[in-house]
């Protein structure tokens, strides 16, 4: 077979791919692109309408084995969702030992306008009891504070309190989280 | 004025009942808006919009049935920022967009500690004013 044969075979193959990928994903059709900043200018519409679209069935007519080689290899070897690394507090970042009674005089809310439970964490005084039902009798309070650069290079701030249980802090309860600067 | 902070989500964080939200496009992942109100230096989170994923309406007394009218948000404690002015630079992703100003709103415990303003630059005529989302994707419920 000559070389054009060849051409168009594989075209010929890359555009019955394509089609059968459009086919395949109905629900495309019903995600709809609503832009809110509309440009005017016809050449900019064109390269936001129908350029990028274009671009695509081009790249999967063109590179469909590669296409067709990473589905195969996806459905073989799936790949691992994400997991957000579980936040656990520090021994070096535990601060001071308090008892449930001082932790819930501090958190004692009081709003003027009754838009709170007054109580120890107010709205959040069920998720505090939930946290006391966890922490067992061997268990001391702690207040902690952790300050963390993560992955992305932003600090993590986060404060609270921490059950302790000979020096190795457990379960812990949130009263503040941030992310509050860009590290350079 | 549109915030670019979510209060609403540390209450979720630090251990409040999260429902599941419908999320019905990509402007809004979270699947609410809350609106929020500044009064005698206190926040208070006063509406709720949005649905669950069973398609009732999420309102405030869905989270705070005791609470349907104004919720204090004592536990937010960091920094709100609402953007003002022209649009200078315009990111589509998160609130990485930047405008002429930013009023940013100190708390601690939900009470007001300090206000600020930020300028970050001139606008161009008749670069877009407030915050907004250039584009983005609905999901209809039943392609969910």
Excluded at chain 1, 45 to 61: A, N, Y
Excluded at chain 2, 24 to 29: K, P, T, V, Y
Aim: with cysteine; net charge negative.
């Amino acid at each position: 077979m000559s070389v054009t044969l060849y051409a168009s075979l594989y075209y010929a193959i890359g555009v019955a791919f394509m089609l059968a990928m459009l086919l395949r994903q109905p629900d495309s059709n019903t995600f709809r692109l609503e832009p809110l900043v509309r440009r005017d200018d016809l050449a900019d519409r064109l390269m936001e309408d129908v350029l990028p679209p274009l671009l695509g069935l081009l790249f999967v007519v063109l590179c469909w084995p590669w296409l067709i080689a990473n589905m195969v290899r996806e459905r073989l070897f799936p790949p691992k969702p994400f997991q957000r690394e579980e936040f656990a507090v520090k021994r070096e970042e535990i601060q001071e030992q308090l008892s449930i009674e001082r932790i819930e005089e501090l958190e004692q809310v009081f709003d003027p306008m009754h838009a709170a439970p007054e109580l120890p964490f107010g709205h959040l005084n069920g998720a505090w009891k939930a946290f006391l039902g966890r922490v067992g009798p061997a268990s001391e309070l702690w207040s902690f504070v952790s300050v963390r650069t993560n992955d992305w290079g932003t600090i993590e701030s986060r404060a609270g309190y921490v059950a302790v249980v000979d020096k190795i802090p457990g379960n812990h309860f949130l009263t503040r989280s941030a992310i509050t600067a860009s590290e350079k | 004025m549109a915030m670019c902070t979510t209060p609403l989500a540390y209450y979720f964080e630090f251990g409040g009942t999260r429902p599941a939200f419908a999320q019905q496009s990509s402007a809004l992942w979270r699947g609410y808006v809350g609106t929020w109100e500044v009064r005698d230096a206190r926040l208070y989170l006063i509406g709720l919009s949005g649905s669950l994923e069973d398609g009732t309406p999420a309102t405030l007394r869905t989270l705070f049935p005791d609470f349907p009218d104004r919720v204090f948000a004592h536990w937010f404690s960091g920094i709100a920022r609402i953007p003002q002015g022209k649009l200078l630079e315009y990111v589509h992703m998160g609130y990485g967009s930047k405008y002429e100003r930013d009023l940013l709103l100190s708390f601690e415990k939900g009470v007001l500690q300090e206000t600020q303003i930020r300028v970050n630059g001139v606008g161009a005529d008749g670069a877009p004013e407030n915050y907004d989302v250039a584009a983005f994707t609905t999901f209809p419920r039943q392609a969910r």
